[in-house]
């Protein structure tokens, strides 16, 4: 054994991402072209034209570090989201500032809570400062708000909400989120995760939960509906005094400068940010009344991917995912989720979502 290691961080398990489609395209000998993956939830019609645009006219800039301060993308989402610019993080993905959010309230001694078949991102960032996870049981795999509420502890300093949540899809009312954060102590800090919200028909109200609850803290991304995963930006909305604490610990250059052109760009294309919910939506009509006549059950989803059953086991799951790679679909097992027997696919274009199905078909036939 190397070094003297921190033992929380040897007891970390790592991330498992969705499997690359160079890298299957290697494993197996297959044609990287013929290869679908609905893995990662990414979107299935690419960049927006207009972000592409901002970063074709920015490369000749990259000798120069980009605006630390993040000035003209915090502009554009104050003005388009009515929050102060100051109440703006921005970073690396929203991954980036889930981490640094736990970095300020979280440490030995202290707790937090999040719920079965959350975001693993919550559980590794609660690892990574040392604290202790709380996880509270679902309801029909979604939060079960009001035993999250029950689980909170005197050393609780956070409480992580996905809604929707990743792998499940499951939402939460307006009501339910709104009766939740009536009730937490402002001490303890409610991270709610939005990294799909543009996908919903009707968003929650998190923005003017924002200006009545100094401990909330929303985060949202560009990787999703945005399409700009590889670029890594994301955001997170809070009070000013919590925002300010999460700059602090900022590396002063977390977001590239071709990430924030690009972001602000791909907040300005409605028109791809329309197109990119109704694929979406058709999509999902498509896997779901797919998985019906497979006589597979799924999990109502709210996201741009949906959980369905395979399987008895998360070995059975597992065996599934093992024979559709073989046919050139990549999907995403949960099994590491708790959801045994379930394999999260993310929704695509209708050619590629068929692809999915046909192979499905075949392996369970
Ligand atoms: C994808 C995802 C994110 C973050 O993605 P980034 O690429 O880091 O912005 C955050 N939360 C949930 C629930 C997600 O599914």
């Known amino acids: 054994m190397c070094c003297e290691a921190l033992p929380h961080i040897r007891a970390i398990a790592p991330y498992v991402p969705g499997k690359p489609i160079a890298e299957l395209a290697r494993e197996f000998g297959l044609n990287e072209a013929n290869i679908v993956k609905l893995a990662s939830n990414e979107n299935p019609l690419g960049v927006s034209p207009k972000a592409r645009a901002a970063v074709a006219a920015a490369l000749d800039d990259l000798a120069l570090y980009p605006d630390g301060n993040g000035f003209a993308l915090k502009q554009a989402l104050s003005a388009r989201l009515g929050v102060g610019a100051e109440q703006i993080v921005l970073g690396n993905g929203s991954n980036d500032v889930l981490e640094l959010a736990a970095r300020v309230f979280l440490a030995p001694g202290r707790s937090a809570v999040f719920a079965e078949h959350a975001f693993a991102v919550y559980p590794l960032a609660i690892a990574a400062c040392n604290a202790t996870p709380i996880q509270v049981p679902a309801c029909n795999f979604g939060h079960d708000l009001t035993a999250m509420r029950t689980a909170i502890r005197a050393d609780t300093a956070m409480v992580f909400i996905a809604n929707p949540n990743n792998p499940t899809g ?9 009766d939740f954060l009536a009730s937490v102590p402002t001490r303890v800090c409610v991270v709610l995760d939005e ?3 543009e996908f919903l028909d009707t968003p929650s109200d998190a923005l003017a939960w924002l200006a009545r609850y100094p401990n909330l803290i929303v985060t949202r991304t560009f990787s999703k509906a945005y399409g700009l995963a590889g670029l890594r930006v994301g955001y997170a909305l809070a009070s000013v005094e919590v925002a300010d604490l999460i700059n602090r610990l900022r590396q002063p250059f977390n977001v590239n400068s071709l990430a924030l052109l690009a972001a602000e760009a791909a907040l300005d294309d409605a028109d791809f940010l329309a197109q990119s919910k109704q694929v979406n939506a058709e999509g999902r009509t498509q896997l779901v009344a797919g998985f019906k006549r497979l006589k597979l059950e799924t999990i109502p989803s709210a996201g741009n991917f949906i959980c369905v059953k395979v399987g008895a086991t998360a070995e059975a799951a597992q065996t599934v995912y093992q024979a559709l790679l073989r046919r050139g679909v990549i999907v ?4 590491n989720y708790g959801l045994h027997g379930y394999l999260r696919v993310s929704i695509g274009l209708l050619h590629q979502n068929a692809r ?8 369970l036939s």
């Open 170 to 178: 499951t939402l939460l009312s307006n009501a339910a989120l709104a």
């Open 195 to 197: 990294a799909y919200t």
């Open 332 to 335: 995403r097992p949960v099994g």
């Open 356 to 363: 999915l199905l046909a192979a499905l078909g075949e392996v």
